[in-house]
């Protein structure tokens, strides 16, 4: 599954890596374990400290001094990234699906 972010960040993974780096209580431990795998930690690499600074500074969850660092910002992401690739997985699992009562598909006869 994808993230992609606002400035050209993309972080690939799976469902399952993304769920554990994204629960209750503390994921910090997890996030780093995350980091390390190879695959992960290739993306990470990819990614630019400035590029990275203005993708987070835009979350306004963390000012300019603790944005300096970015070792930690590779951390933050890859918990963002982990978040919203579930809550996307979960908004996609809960729409409810349409289907005509006479299981004929649906035509629009307004279309020219």
């Known amino acids: 599954m994808w993230f992609s972010g606002d400035y050209g960040v993309e972080l690939k993974m799976t469902l399952d890596q993304a769920r554990s780096a994204s629960h209750s ?4 431990s997890d996030v780093r374990e995350l980091s390390k795998i190879p695959a ?3 993306q990470l690499r990819r990614i ?3 590029t990275l600074r203005r993708e987070l500074k835009e979350h306004g969850a963390w000012d300019s001094e603790e944005l300096d660092d970015h070792d930690q910002n590779l ?3 890859l918990w963002l ?6 809550d996307e997985y979960h908004e996609k699992r809960e729409r409810p699906v349409i289907r ?3 299981g004929r598909v649906a035509s629009n006869h307004l279309a020219g």
């Open 25 to 28: 209580g503390s994921c910090d």
């Open 40 to 42: 992960i930690a290739r």
């Open 48 to 50: 630019s400290a400035d």
């Open 75 to 77: 951390q933050r992401i």
């Open 81 to 86: 990234a982990s978040g919203s690739i579930l």
């Open 100 to 102: 005509p009562l006479n």
